[in-house]
């Protein structure tokens, strides 16, 4: 099973942002799409494949294709290390996102998940993907992103 992802944020990021993940299996495509008010383009493409992922049923094995370095190197390079020092980065300061990392972390245990990068719009379900998430930036019924709100006031 594929899933192409992509987060989307308003240039000012933080402003309006918009996630959407398209699930492509033999029988067809799902979407899932969201968005919140303020909020930043690296957060939404966590919360794409978050989404995306708890859809799924325990044992489900997918691939996770994105154009976000963010989110596929993260994933397969620094979130290992994050995690054994207590979600600190090699510098010594709080890894970004944690509380979406954390519930990332969650949603792939009893499920085989992998990460892979791919050119920005090189793929039509990549650019359908991006398309959705920059539609979502404009919803007037967009929620609070809580968890973005909660580390600014921390």
Not at 29 to 39: A, D, N
Not at 67 to 85: A, Q, T
Not at 139 to 150: F, K, W
Request: charged share 20%.
């Amino acid at each position: 099973m594929l899933i192409f992802t992509d987060g989307a944020a308003a240039p000012t990021n933080p402003g309006p942002g918009g996630y959407a993940a398209i699930i492509v299996t033999p029988h067809g495509e799902q979407l899932v799409s969201g968005g919140f008010r303020h909020t930043t383009n690296n957060r939404m493409e966590l919360y794409a494949a978050i989404a995306a992922i708890e859809t799924l049923p325990p044992g489900t094995s997918a691939t996770i294709i994105s154009d976000s370095n963010y989110l596929v190197s993260s994933h397969n390079v620094w979130l290992p290390n994050w995690r054994l020092r207590g979600w600190r980065k090699s510098n010594g300061k709080p890894a970004d996102n944690r509380d979406l990392w954390e519930r990332l972390v969650a949603v792939c245990e009893g499920r085989n998940i992998r990460f892979t990068w791919i050119r920005r719009e090189s793929d039509p379900f990549n650019v359908k993907a991006d398309a959705i998430a920059n539609e979502a930036t404009t919803r007037d019924d967009l929620p609070v992103d809580e968890g973005y709100v909660h580390r600014l006031a921390a």
